[in-house]
């Protein structure tokens, strides 16, 4: 769908806070609530939109995770999607180069995301999967950064967090019917819950919507210090995913971009760092799954 210079506004301040009431969003773009109101339910409806809640890391556990290079024997779109199927990977896409998936994967330890990684390597289809394991997320648009500062109470406060993953605009009454609380108590445990960064509300956006639908993922190999490479290379605009990591190579991302053009040029400017000893780059064809909201949510 096509966005105009409003739209655009409405996204940028949803991906800042994604629960900003319509009235508060209507200033901030002037426009007048109704028509504010219409406009998200437009972005939303069409799928360009989603505003959700990314629930921390920690409050789940999650403390492992992975980025998997996959090749296949035969079509890769089956493979893709059976892996997508797993809770444990929140991202997976065909892609063009040496390998014909890409994949993240985040687990509660170590033990299980081997016991992934061993579960992806016996599907059908999968003739080798090479694995980067995760040391440090530098940058990561759906990672809150910060410790939580509150705990969860209860079981009450897990169905305010399901019902936010999936709606993260729910109003507060509707919540409140979905959890068994009042309004005011709902308001209440839910506003301690995102103040006290257990999960953030967002609005997850398809780069082609916002003019940036090339995605190009990329590893480097570095000499000295992975840590003082990824400090510049996280300073790249266009560069919005950024991890260390062990294995073939010490630096895994992403570079989202208005063009070809773009995406060249910012390979470019790592091959020209002094540091950097080898890229390897491919190009994001189709995404299969990108479920951050959900990958992490119990069973």
Do not use: N
Not at 48 to 64: D, G, K, M, T
Not at 211 to 223: A, I, N, P, Q, T
């Amino acid at each position: 769908m096509e966005l105009d210079g409003t739209d655009l506004s409405i996204v940028r301040e949803l991906q800042s806070d994604g629960r900003l009431t319509y009235e508060t969003l209507a200033q901030r773009v002037g426009l007048s609530r109704p028509a504010a109101r219409m406009r998200v339910q437009r972005l939303t409806e069409s799928g360009a939109v989603r505003v959700v809640a990314i629930v921390h890391p920690a409050v789940r556990q999650l403390s492992a995770s992975a980025h998997l290079a996959i090749d296949t024997e035969g079509a890769a779109a089956p493979v893709a999607r059976e892996i997508a199927a797993l809770p444990q990977a929140p991202f997976v896409t065909l892609t063009s180069g040496r390998r014909a998936i890409m994949s993240e994967l985040r687990t509660a330890g170590f033990q299980e995301l081997e016991r992934t990684i061993e579960h992806i390597r016996a599907l059908p289809g999968v003739r080798t999967v090479d694995p980067l394991i995760a040391t440090r997320h530098v940058k990561d648009p759906y990672l809150l950064t910060d410790e939580p500062t509150v705990a969860l109470q209860d079981d009450v406060d897990e169905r305010i967090l399901a019902a936010l993953e999936d709606d993260g605009r729910l109003p507060f009454a509707e919540l409140a019917v979905r959890v068994g609380l009042s309004a005011g108590a709902t308001r209440s445990r839910t506003l301690r819950l995102l103040d006290g960064g257990v999960a953030k509300v967002v609005a997850l956006v398809r780069p082609d919507v916002l003019g940036m639908g090339f995605l190009c993922g990329f590893s480097l190999r570095v000499g000295g210090e992975a840590a003082a490479v990824a400090a510049q290379v996280e300073r790249f605009a266009r560069v919005t995913f950024l991890s260390t990591c062990l294995g073939r190579a010490e630096l895994v991302g992403t570079i989202t971009a208005e063009s070809f053009d773009a995406v060249r040029a910012t390979l470019e400017e790592m091959r020209a760092l002094p540091a950097v000893r080898e890229v390897e780059s491919w190009l994001h064809l189709e995404l299969v799954k990108e479920r951050y909201d959900t990958a992490s949510r119990p069973a």
